[in-house]
Structures are given as C-alpha cells and as structure tokens.
C-alpha cells in the first residue's frame, strides 16, 4: 500500500470516517487525479463543494491535499481541501468581456510546495532585476526560493554572473546549471529529497521542460524547439501535472505555473523602464507607436537629449524580445477562454436534459 507521506503528507488530523486523504496530482476541466493510499484515483468535487466554497480559491488544485469519498467503481468524490501551505495564484479575467475588467478572480494554480525554483537563463537576456522581481512572488508564496541560472554552457564564464546574483541577493542560495551536459545538477541534490515538492517559475524558454526532463531522467515534457514543428501539446507521454522524480521528490508543472512566468516578463518591462514609458502620455495621439508620428513626445525628448537614446533603444529591444511571449500569453488565455465555453455549454446541456439518455 502506498504511503501518503511519500507525497509529502505531514499530518492530517483527524480524518472523518469513510473518507479517504491524497493529493491532487492532476486537473483536467473538472476532473481531478488523486494519489491515495488505495492507488490514483479519478474524482470529481462533491456538489455541496459548488455552494460552500466562498471563492474560486477554495477549489482544489495540483498539489493540494483532499479528502474524498473512495468509489471502487467509478469517479471518487472530493469533499475537503485540506489548509496550504504555500501557493501561487493567479488573477483570472477570463469570466469577463475583454477590457472590462470587474471583481478579478483568485485562480490556484500550484500548492503545498517546499521549494520555488526561480530559473533565469545566462544567455544574452539575463537580467538580476528580473529575478528580484520573481524573487518578492516566490517569498509571497509560502515556499523557499532558490536561484538557478539556467544554459551555463552559453556563457563565456558562468562565474562572473553566478558572482554578481550571490552578491545581490546574499540570503538566497543561487546555483548555475546545464540541462544539457548536467553541469551544476548534482549542487540540487540537497533540495531533491524525498517528500519535498518543488515548482519552477520563469520566463518561456528559460529551459524549464529541458530541467524537468533532466531531473526526471527522462523526456516527459518536449522542449520548445520541438514544440513549434509539431505546433501543438506540449507533453510527449503524458498529462501529469505532479511529477515525481527519481529521488523522491516531486515537481509541479501546471499551465497556470508557466502562465505566471509570462505574466511577469511584461510587468517587469513596465516596471524596469517607467521612465520610458512616462513620455507616452504627452505624445499627441493615444495609439502613437513613436516612429514618425507628428506630436511624439518620444521622438521630441530623443531630440533634445531628455530621453537617452541608449535607453529608448534598450526599451525597444526588450518590448520585441517580449512580443514573443505576449503572443503566447495570448494564445494560453484564448485557449483557456474556449476552454471554458466548452464546458460551460456541456454544462448547460445537461441541465436542460439534453445530455441524457432516452428511456
Ligand atoms: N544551451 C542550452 N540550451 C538549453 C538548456 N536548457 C534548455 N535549453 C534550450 O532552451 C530552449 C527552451 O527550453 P525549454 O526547456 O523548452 O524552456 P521552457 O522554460 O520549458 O519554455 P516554455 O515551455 O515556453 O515555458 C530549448 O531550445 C532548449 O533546448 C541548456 O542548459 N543549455
Ligand atoms: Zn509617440
């Protein structure tokens, strides 16, 4: 029989009778996978759950631990969500017009995790302000944060960078990797440990299937250049979300993870060069995409020197690196937006009676 505890179970106290713990290792639309002590489970949230639960951030999530009613024969029913803790959420606009922002939506995506890899690549886009950034959402989180300088065979000397992040940010361990040859891999040994959850938070590319992959000792998640000749899934095997690796640990990978990621890098931008994006407001027209534009304050303040021209260049160049990434944020939400229609429309035909056989 397996033991909860190899899933990083501390203690429950007090289980009800006739139910049953585990821990939510996958969520597809509404249907969970749960690791218990009778093997994986399917199961879907008992109805009851739909009325209590006070916001959308009471609903299970990948890392959660449940308790559920076992059903031999079919879907078990979750009838608790058991306290985090940690998490990362994210805000859903999904339920809203485009533009017309409301109440934003709490959404869960990943919890009860020990460690928040924050992985930064060493290639030409590495940035300690970026990872500052992440840093202040890892602490957020509940979990422990560790450095990982990712793609160390593409700098020059890896110890120069690895050097300049220690020294910024002096409280957290920091270590630089390759996916690829498995250089620094073993320095993650000491965090790997039996029980211990970790999740990774990035930008895209960054090399996070790449680590998974390494760490799992095999190809469960295909890596970005793969993905775009086939254009589509990114599992190659599988589902899961909840992976455990050889040594005992497990990593979360869920697309609200990667979601977040993305989210940041645009942010960042905004943050890093608010005094960029401070002369957009003088110039004469709303939409001025600062090139020719007659009443362009960008292009006035480069002419007198107000506005260096490194630094707009700069700008440029991170607003175009971005662009990549915004459109998948895009396409991730639209995705999601269709998602949702879907099941809502299934919904509905159920309810109406549609869905059900004749007698
Ligand atoms: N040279 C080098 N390339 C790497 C390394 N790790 C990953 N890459 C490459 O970087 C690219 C992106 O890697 P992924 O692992 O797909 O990155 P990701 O963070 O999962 O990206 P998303 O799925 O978009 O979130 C791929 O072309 C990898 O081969 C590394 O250690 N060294
Ligand atoms: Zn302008």
């Given at each position: 029989m397996m033991n909860l505890k190899t899933y990083g179970c501390t203690e429950i106290e007090a289980i009800p009778d006739g139910l049953l713990p585990g821990r939510v290792t996958e969520l597809r639309r509404e249907r969970f996978t749960v690791m218990t002590e009778r093997g994986e489970v399917t199961a879907v949230l008992k109805g009851a759950f739909y009325h209590s639960a006070e916001t959308r951030a009471d609903f299970p999530c990948v890392g959660d631990f449940v308790l559920l009613h076992y059903n031999e024969s079919g879907d078990s029913l979750i009838t608790a969500v058991l306290p985090r803790r940690s998490k990362f959420s994210r805000a859903d606009y999904s339920g809203h017009d485009e533009g017309r922002a409301k109440t934003v939506l709490e959404q869960v995506?990943?919890?009860?995790?020990?460690?928040?890899?924050?992985?930064?690549?060493?290639?030409?886009?590495?940035?300690?302000?970026?990872?500052?950034?992440?840093?202040?959402?890892?602490?957020?989180?509940?979990?422990?944060?560790?450095?990982?300088?990712?793609?160390?065979?593409?700098?020059?000397?890896?110890?120069?960078?690895?050097?300049?992040?220690?020294?910024?940010?002096?409280?957290?361990?920091?270590?630089?990797?390759?996916?690829?040859?498995?250089?620094?891999?073993?320095?993650?040994?000491?965090?790997?440990?039996?029980?211990?959850?970790?999740?990774?938070?990035?930008?895209?590319?960054?090399?996070?299937?790449?680590?998974?992959?390494?760490?799992?000792?095999?190809?469960?998640?295909?890596?970005?250049?793969?993905?775009?000749?086939?254009?589509?899934?990114r599992h190659t095997t599988t589902h899961r979300q909840l992976f455990m690796l050889p040594s005992g640990a497990m990593v979360i990978d869920t697309p609200g993870m990667r979601e977040l990621g993305l989210f940041d890098a645009d942010e960042g931008i905004r943050a890093g060069f608010a005094d960029v994006e401070e002369w957009f407001r003088q110039c004469r027209f709303t939409d001025c995409r600062h090139q020719a534009e007659p009443g362009c304050a960008v292009l006035a303040a480069l002419e007198d020197g107000l506005l260096p021209r490194e630094r707009w260049e700069q700008y440029a160049a991170q607003r175009q690196e971005n662009k990549v990434v915004q459109d998948k944020t895009g396409y991730l939400i639209d995705k999601r937006a269709r998602n949702k229609t879907v099941a809502m429309r299934s919904k509905q035909t159920k309810k109406s009676g549609g869905g059900k056989n004749k007698y």
């Open positions: 995506v990943a919890t009860n995790f020990d460690y928040v890899f924050i992985l930064s690549s060493l290639n030409l886009d590495f940035n300690v302000t970026r990872i500052m950034r992440y840093l202040t959402q890892a602490k957020q989180s509940g979990g422990q944060p560790v450095i990982i300088l990712t793609k160390a065979d593409l700098a020059p000397d890896y110890n120069l960078p690895l050097a300049e992040v220690r020294q910024s940010i002096p409280d957290v361990p920091v270590h630089a990797i390759c996916s690829h040859t498995g250089l620094g891999l073993s320095e993650l040994d000491s965090y790997l440990r039996p029980g211990k959850t970790i999740v990774f938070l990035g930008m895209s590319g960054v090399g996070k299937s790449s680590l998974l992959n390494a760490l799992m000792e095999q190809d469960v998640m295909k890596v970005q250049a793969i993905r775009e000749v086939d254009s589509r899934g």
